[in-house]
Antibody, heavy 119, light 110 residues
Framework: QVHLVESGGGVVQPGGSLRLSCAASGFSFSTYAMHWVRQAPGKGLEWVAF????????YYAESVKGRFTISRDNSENTLYLQMNSLRAEDTAVYYC????????????WGQGTLVTVSS | QSALTQPASVSGSPGQSITISCTGTSTDVGYYDYVSWYRQHPGKAPKLMIF???KRPSGVSNRFSGSKSGNTASLTISGLQADDEADYYCSSYTSIDTLVFGGGTKLTVL
């Protein structure tokens, strides 16, 4: 059974940093691309970042480029999102998502972790 | 990259069929067959309903179908059921190696 469990969310001041983790189990983590997707309170889904199965390619939404870094540790079956220079508009539930047959569709999502950027 | 355009809301009665549209551009929906649809119930994570325009993951009812014409993709749900009431989002890969979502459509089962 596939499980994705995010952690690391919380309240942070504007300009601060947080590191999110996504612990994966139940599938061969090292063979799948992974993504982060976020959802602001009461709003729609927004794609954040992509990392290829081996970490060789990383892509970011324009809104987070230069501030967020996606990474993975295939030996620990864990996906990360380092978030720096946080802004109020980064407040959202952050989901990690496992890709399916292509690198751009997700068949499993975690339960999400809430990040609140506020002074 | 602008969000894909979806109607804010659609509704239908149990047993009826509805279609949700998702309009993009020639650099996303119109060019690539990497269109997916997700259903999200309140407070829950999204669930994949359709991938690669018209393919259903195992376990998803054949009441759900997807299609594409030009820059517009569509999700059709036949035989509406109460549990289909949810928010639906489309997504597409884009020519600049990003993913774009639609704004979401709230489906109400009357």
């Amino acid at each position: 059974q596939v499980h994705l469990v995010e952690s690391g969310g919380g309240v942070v001041q504007p300009g601060g940093s947080l590191r999110l983790s996504c612990a994966a189990s139940g599938f061969s983590f090292s063979t799948y691309a992974m993504h982060w997707v976020r959802q602001a309170p009461g709003k729609g889904l927004e794609w954040v970042a992509f990392i290829r199965y081996d970490g060789s390619k990383k892509y970011y939404a324009e809104s987070v480029k230069g501030r967020f870094t996606i990474s993975r540790d295939n030996s620990e079956n864990t996906l990360y999102l380092q978030m720096n220079s946080l802004r109020a508009e980064d407040t959202a539930v952050y989901y990690c998502a496992k890709t399916y047959t292509s690198e751009w569709g997700f068949d499993y999502w975690g339960q999400g972790t809430l990040v609140t950027v506020s002074s | 990259q602008s969000a894909l355009t979806q109607p804010a809301s659609v509704s239908g009665s149990p047993g009826q069929s509805i279609t949700i549209s998702c309009t993009g551009t020639s650099t996303d929906v119109g060019y690539y067959d990497y269109v997916s649809w997700y259903r999200q119930h309140p407070g829950k994570a999204p669930k994949l309903m359709i991938f690669d325009v018209n393919k259903r993951p195992s376990g998803v009812s054949n009441r759900f179908s997807g299609s594409k014409s030009g820059n517009t993709a569509s999700l059709t749900i036949s035989g509406l059921q109460a549990d289909d009431e949810a928010d639906y989002y489309c997504s597409s890969y884009t020519s600049i190696d990003t993913l774009v979502f639609g704004g979401g459509t709230k489906l109400t089962v009357l």
